[in-house]
């Protein structure tokens, strides 16, 4: 079954505007990992924030997360064209040393100029 | 796509045919791994490598085969396609198993007729 399940499925705004975009899972975790991923291309690593953090900050990202509710957000300040894209949180579970990454169904990301 | 290349990068086969897509990486990365990407199914871990030979199965392995006898070679073989296998295959790597990131590969579309 699906450990990560992000919503909205699609998010369409103007530019200038804040994305905002959550994952929910089922498992107890290591750390959450979100991706993003542009039209034809491989998923590109965006932020990671570990199970014994709430907040994590990079550059225009915002990242929480909430170990009680099994969630995490993503938030997009001031977004820009250059953003539409699909985003994909992946929940990390140890497993005889091994990270194993579980992907969400993903966000597609609209941002209008 | 950190020095990642994945070969086809669309194909078009026949259902029964065998079918190999190959991954190489120029990172030295110990671990390697396959994913499918489908619509509401995410990415989903089809098998990995741990090393040169080491190779275990992922979710949805039924189907397919690996080979790894170089480190920077991981090539995914259907042995007989069928239309399930219809899909966007991702090759990603890491530097160790309990790395918290992976890199991906640009992908392969292929097309089961």
């Known amino acids: 079954s699906q450990q990560g399940e992000e919503d909205p499925q699609a998010l369409s705004i103007q530019e200038g505007e804040n994305a905002t975009m959550n994952c929910s899972y089922k498992?107890?975790?290591?750390?959450l990992q979100w991706y993003r991923q542009n039209s034809g291309r491989g998923l590109v690593h965006l932020i990671l924030i570990r199970s014994n953090e709430r907040e994590k900050h990079s550059g225009r990202l915002r990242v929480t997360l909430d170990t009680s509710k099994k969630s995490s957000s993503l938030l997009i300040t001031a977004s820009r064209a250059a953003d539409t894209a699909s985003y994909f949180c992946?929940?990390?579970?140890?497993?005889?040393?091994?990270?194993?990454?579980?992907f969400g169904t993903g966000t597609r990301l609209l941002v209008s100029p | 796509d950190a020095g990642i290349t994945q070969s086809p990068r669309h194909k078009v086969t026949e259902t029964g045919t065998p079918v190999t897509l190959r991954c190489h990486q120029t990172e030295n990365h110990r671990y390697m791994y396959w994913y499918r990407q489908d619509p509401g199914h995410g990415l989903r871990l089809i098998h990995y490598?741990?090393?040169?030979?080491?190779?275990d199965k992922g979710e949805v392995s039924d189907g397919y085969s690996v080979s790894r006898s170089k480190t920077e070679d991981f090539l995914l073989t259907l042995e007989s396609a069928t239309s399930s296998q219809t899909s966007v295959y991702f090759c990603?790597?890491?530097?160790?198993?309990?790395?918290?990131?992976?890199?991906f590969g640009p992908g392969t579309r292929l097309t089961v007729t």
């Open positions: 992946a929940t990390a579970i140890m497993n005889t040393g091994f990270q194993k990454l579980v």
């Open positions: 498992t107890s975790i290591n750390n």
């Open positions: 490598s741990y090393g040169v030979k080491d190779t």
């Open positions: 990603a790597i890491s530097e160790a198993g309990t790395s918290p990131e992976q890199y």
